[in-house]
């Protein structure tokens, strides 16, 4: 039996043993929906395109930051960043 299985196994008795405990089950229902979004996030990766576009973004930003830094332009206040949002 591979290792896979017998951590299957142990999961689903784990579960089991819950049954009647409508409180821990729901926790456990939580607790799932989270671990499986989690995992389903960490496998998705940025497209070649997505990554140059956020390299894009970047470059675009520390352009603009030398030029306010040298005076050349003016910055945004805050909330008309947070407002852009």
């Not at 290792?3 to 579960?15: P, R």
């Not at 499986?36 to 956020?54: I, Q």
């Not at 973004?57 to 945004?76: A, F, P, Y």
């Amino acid at each position: 039996m591979s290792n896979s299985v017998t951590l299957q196994q142990a999961v689903i008795k784990g579960v089991a043993s819950l049954f009647g405990n409508d409180d821990a089950l729901k926790k456990l229902l939580t607790m799932a929906k989270k671990l499986k979004k989690e995992s389903r996030n960490a496998t998705e990766e940025l497209t070649a395109k997505e990554k140059e576009e956020v390299l894009d973004d970047i470059r675009e930003s520390l352009k603009e930051l030398s030029l306010v830094k040298q005076g050349k332009q003016q910055s945004r206040p805050v909330a008309e960043l947070i407002n852009e949002l």
